[in-house]
């Protein structure tokens, strides 16, 4: 009989550790299914923010008309619509490459030749706001590694 009781136990906890590994593996499956549903939710957010119509429109003033003048000649204005650019790469840099909040292939694939482009026009201002006296070192920094690692892939080397 105790042999009979000794099996009994040792099915029960043979049991008992397979539902414990089983219940382990589903909630595995559901943190990742939640983070890969984050993640997307993340990627949409920033895709709506580089849409914007006031992030669209100030990477137009910098493709269209900055492109074609010199930095001495930029207005007021006119910087400021490049300040927004760098700003908007700044942040999804940050979101991206050091938040990690969405992966880096989505921006690089599909706004890599704007980074890329949009960097080479506003390279004098961004060394303009570096200065200590300015804003620092720091200013829009992310941005520079952004562009640094867009350059990286070798995708957009054309542009360069």
Request: proline letters at 4%.
């Amino acid at each position: 009989m105790t042999q009979n009781c000794d099996y009994l136990s040792i099915w029960i906890q043979a049991g008992t550790a397979i539902l414990i590994l089983a219940t382990f593996w589903v909630y595995f499956f559901q943190l990742w299914t939640m983070r890969k549903a984050t993640r997307g939710q993340n990627s949409i957010s920033i895709i709506n923010y580089l849409q914007d119509e006031k992030v669209r429109k100030s990477r137009e003033v910098v493709l269209e008309i900055l492109s074609a003048k010199p930095y001495s000649d930029w207005t007021t204005d006119e910087k400021k619509e490049a300040s927004r650019v760098c700003t908007s790469y700044d942040l999804v840099s940050i979101l991206t490459l050091e938040q990690k909040l969405v992966p880096p292939e989505i921006i690089i694939d599909n706004w890599g030749p704007s980074i890329v482009r949009c960097y080479k026009i506003v390279e004098e201002h961004i060394i303009e706001m570096q200065k200590p006296e300015r804003m620092g070192p720091e200013y829009w920094n992310d941005f520079v590694k952004l562009h640094r690692k867009v350059k990286d892939t070798g995708k957009f080397n054309n542009l360069i």
